[in-house]
């Protein structure tokens, strides 16, 4: 297994080219022309591998899905779910259900100036109405140069940095490190034997990352 990092590989797949219908988001003449609905997994799935960097929700917890619309085509995705390590909740909440994370945020290139603080905005208000969800917590990833501006636009606050980490790349895709250890009535799932074998045969590898921007926002 071989660990790189983050100089000796790739940080994306290439140009993303909207299509036609996501290029008319620019036509807009105010953000508030975006109209946000929640969505399923399956109809926000296409999207985040398309426009969001890591290309995948692979082992995702997906809780509620929202998407951004513009003359009915999807041009954002927000993803909220519980957070991925047992027990991390701890230390934003008193009990499990008080917290959940922002897990992906992306929106296509062409939508107008404030639209994620905007589509933030609306889904807060969301989980607010139709929730007991009190702490929202999110990570701007500082490898792919995010510091959390968008975020702090927010009204979140800033409370630190994670630790160091890693996350497997394999085939153009970026998936967590525990990944290779999800396991289904004690056995490894498919997905994870396939990664856990891509890395023992050099197809796959481990990137260093260094540590996350934590973002925390209290719903009142």
């Given at each position: 297994m071989v660990l790189k990092s983050p100089s000796d590989l790739p940080k994306t797949n290439g140009t993303i080219i909207p299509s036609k219908e996501e290029s008319s988001a620019m036509n807009a003449s105010s953000v508030k022309e975006y109209e946000v609905e929640l969505l399923t997994r399956n109809e926000i799935t296409a999207f985040i591998e398309k426009w969001h960097y890591s290309h995948s929700i692979n082992g995702l917890i997906s809780d509620y899905c929202f998407g951004l619309t513009y003359n009915d085509t999807l041009i954002g995705v927000?993803?909220?779910?519980?957070?991925?390590m047992a027990n991390q909740w701890k230390k934003y909440g008193e009990n499990a259900s008080d917290v959940v994370e922002l897990r992906r945020l992306a929106c296509v290139d062409t939508t107008l100036r404030n639209t994620e603080s905007y589509f933030i905005a609306k889904t807060l208000k969301w989980l607010k109405k139709n929730?007991?969800?009190k702490i929202v917590v999110s990570y701007a990833d500082t490898?792919?140069?995010?510091?959390g501006t968008i975020y702090q636009a927010s009204n979140f606050n800033y409370i630190g940095k994670t630790a160091k980490g890693k996350f497997i790349l394999y085939d153009g895709k970026h998936y967590h490190d525990k990944t290779i250890r999800t396991k289904y009535k004690g056995k490894l799932k498919p997905f994870a034997l396939e990664v856990k074998q891509a890395l023992e045969r050099g197809e796959a590898y481990y990137v260093k990352t260094p540590g996350?921007?934590?973002?925390?926002?209290?719903i009142k």
């Open positions: 927000i993803i909220y779910g519980r957070m991925a929730t007991a969800i490898y792919y140069g995010h510091k996350k921007n934590i973002y925390v926002y209290e």
